[in-house]
DNA sequence: GTCTATACATTGATAGAC
DNA sequence: GTCTATCAATGTATAGAC
């Protein structure tokens, strides 16, 4: 009996679904391609790399993982929902500048806690997403287009300052994001700062956009 | 008589100094090469792309570059002026605001001529410089110092309103920066508003600032 | 399921003819 | 100065034993 050569996972041995030691070891390969395509982006990542962190030879992990790009492909999918969730959140129901600076405070937190996943992104933009173009960009533009009518919606109410929703949008992406893409530079940059980065940001930011938002 | 190999650029044949033919294969390496690393970093990018958009052979470019290395280490240092220069024009002299608001105006113009450089520097940080580290954090910190250290009078003075100046500069490279490096992303996000974005981004930003600095 | 061995392509760099 | 040929190293992926 043939064994079936699966097209993203593995398979257990003839009809199981995923076993214990199969999550196990999954979740190790994309921690560790995680790590690696975070910092070298897609094409100056090894398979090698990934899979001595991830403490397996390279055919075991091509077992896994049909093949690179197939793991990056996980990878990115797998992460869409986390990396979109903050502005997801951005209701019309509180109070905007609330609302706004909620979202300013919940990207920071994501910037904070998962740099990798951040930098993970930043990499295929910057790259011009040869891959996640449609999967990162068709998701985040339906969000985009809703939450630009509804900042719009609440200009045009009067409740904040009449700023453009777009620039507002990459203005919060730029400087949240920047702590964890280019948290290197920061950190040669920074003396004893260092440490309360993203707490001193916060409170920089808060009132940055505040201001920026108020009538 | 044999030939000497040179170190990081080509000689002339026995004792004369770069001819106008040197010149113009070496800026057209070094425009190929500021093309192809920008977009896929050091590891990424391979000297057969380089020399293909050169237009000359892999043996010949690195006639002129005696490595990959010395090749990415030309590009850097040789733009290190051009990247420093908006923030060194900070002056003591102008006013406070003004002079911030100018700041942001060079950088935003930097980031639409020159996005290939931007990105090149950005792929370098993000993937923790394991080059550009000294050269590029040397000078800079330098020049930041000194700059923290102005805003930091001009708060004292009472000039702008209190803000933490390293957050203040940080947040001005994020913003402005933001609009080289992830094109692509603002390309996918906005619609007609795309071809304007740099006139509306410069509307957009002085106003966020200029709000944050006011006392 | 996992490993060793290996096939096959790419890549940085050099040798040597012209 | 430039090209063809070529290397050694690296890198993705597969074959097949266990």
Chains 1, 2 share one sequence.
């Not at 609440?154 to 300052?161: E, F, L, N, S, Y």
């Not at 530079?185 to 409170?203: C, H, L, P, V, W």
Request: charged share 25%.
């Amino acid at each position: 009996m043939t064994r079936n050569k699966p097209a993203n996972k593995a398979r257990a041995n003839s009809t199981q679904k995923p076993t214990r030691i199969q999550r196990e070891k999954t979740g190790a390969i994309l921690e560790a391609a995680l790590e690696v395509f975070s910092r070298h982006g897609f094409r100056g990542a090894t398979l090698d790399m990934i899979a001595q962190k991830a403490r397996l030879s390279k055919p075991n992990l091509l077992y896994y993982f049909a093949s690179k790009e197939a793991l990056h492909a996980e990878l990115i999918s797998g992460l869409m929902v986390k990396w979109l969730e903050p502005l997801e959140k951005i209701s019309a129901e509180g109070d905007p500048v609330a609302e706004i600076t909620g979202y300013i405070v919940r990207k920071l937190e994501l910037a904070e806690e998962f740099p990798r996943e951040s930098r993970l992104f930043a990499n295929e933009i910057i790259q011009e997403a040869p891959r996640g173009k449609d999967t990162l960009n068709g998701h985040l533009k339906a969000l985009m287009d809703k939450k630009v009518v509804l900042i719009q919606d609440w200009i045009d109410d009067g409740k904040i300052a009449p700023v453009d929703p777009y620039h507002l949008i990459f203005s919060i992406w730029a400087t949240t994001q920047h702590y964890s893409d280019f948290d290197t530079q920061i950190k040669a940059m920074m003396n004893e700062g260092y440490e309360d980065r993203f707490s001193t940001a916060k409170t920089y930011l808060i009132n940055l956009f505040t201001k920026g938002l108020r009538l």
